[in-house]
């Protein structure tokens, strides 16, 4: 008799322990969310090419969601095409958007860095930008939907050329200004000195010629009024998460593994 409850014991114990196991597993697979935000290759900020260092906006948003219900997938589009999807909700949010880039999307309080758009031209010219008509009498190459709007007085006035950015942007424009196509580029500083970094013979025929404007990056989300219950949730939790790795300094120390300022 004891011997035939202590196997039942035991059989009991068993069952419990193996429906506790499948309850947590299945609680934690409801629980995996998974998130798909957009957004633009676009080096150091985004690098999918880069498994080793995917870009240091990415790594960021990526640990602000480590300890929360959701999984983020993160895929890389043309800009202009990366807005619309966040803006259709076909995305839940767009990566490391300034608010002049997308007006039409959610954003919350707390940014997640900053982009500072600066003039680059050859060594031996002598031009620097002072203020925004300093432009006129330029031929400026500009990343096609990332006109910056200090400058839209003078966008129909001064002669202005856009291409969409991808991962051969940077080389590609420097052999215009190289081959004197252009004068002067418009980019963002971690971009050009991202690129100019590997490559030092480059890095000589370049000048650093002022900047223009700072603005701050978000993660923004869709206005599509469908997923606005899912976007006030999931906002809740990056304001939450992002004010805890702010205490910790942790942009700071992914800024010093980027070499950025």
């Known amino acids: 008799m004891v011997r035939a409850f202590t196997f039942t014991a035991f059989k009991t114990d068993i069952c419990k322990a193996t429906l506790i196991l499948f309850m947590l597993l299945f609680v934690r697979g409801v629980q995996a969310e998974t998130l798909h935000f957009s957004t633009l290759d676009w080096c150091p900020f985004v690098c999918p090419q880069d498994k080793e260092k995917p870009g240091f906006l990415v790594e960021y948003v990526q640990t602000i969601f480590k300890n929360t219900p959701y999984k983020i997938k993160i895929k890389a589009y043309p800009w202009s095409r990366a807005i619309k999807y966040t803006e259709s909700g076909e995305t839940l949010a767009l990566l490391g958007p300034a608010k002049e880039e997308a007006p039409n999307l959610i954003f919350p309080k707390s940014e997640i860095g900053q982009q500072r758009f600066c003039f680059f031209t050859r060594t031996e010219d002598s031009w620097m930008f002072g203020q925004p008509s300093s432009v006129m009498g330029r031929t400026v190459m500009v990343p096609q939907d990332a006109f910056p709007a200090?400058?839209?007085e003078y966008r129909h006035k001064a002669?202005?050329?856009?291409?969409?950015y991808n991962n051969d942007y940077v080389r590609l424009v420097l052999e215009m200004l190289r081959v004197k196509r252009i004068d002067t580029i418009l980019l963002t500083y971690n971009s050009m000195m991202n690129f100019l970094s590997?490559?030092?013979?480059?890095?000589?025929e370049i000048k650093y010629?002022?900047?223009?404007?700072?603005?701050n990056l978000y993660l923004a989300f869709t206005p599509n009024i469908k997923k606005r219950a899912q976007v006030d949730k999931v906002m809740a939790v990056?304001?939450?998460?992002?004010?805890l790795l702010r205490k910790k300094n942790y942009l700071q120390d992914l800024l010093v593994k980027y070499q950025l300022d």
Request: proline share 7%; charged share 25%; net charge positive.
């Open 198 to 204: 590997a490559q030092p013979f480059v890095r000589q």
């Open 150 to 152: 200090a400058l839209n």
């Open 209 to 215: 010629a002022n900047c223009i404007s700072k603005q």
């Open 238 to 243: 990056f304001e939450r998460e992002i004010a």
């Open 159 to 164: 002669q202005f050329k856009f291409r969409p």
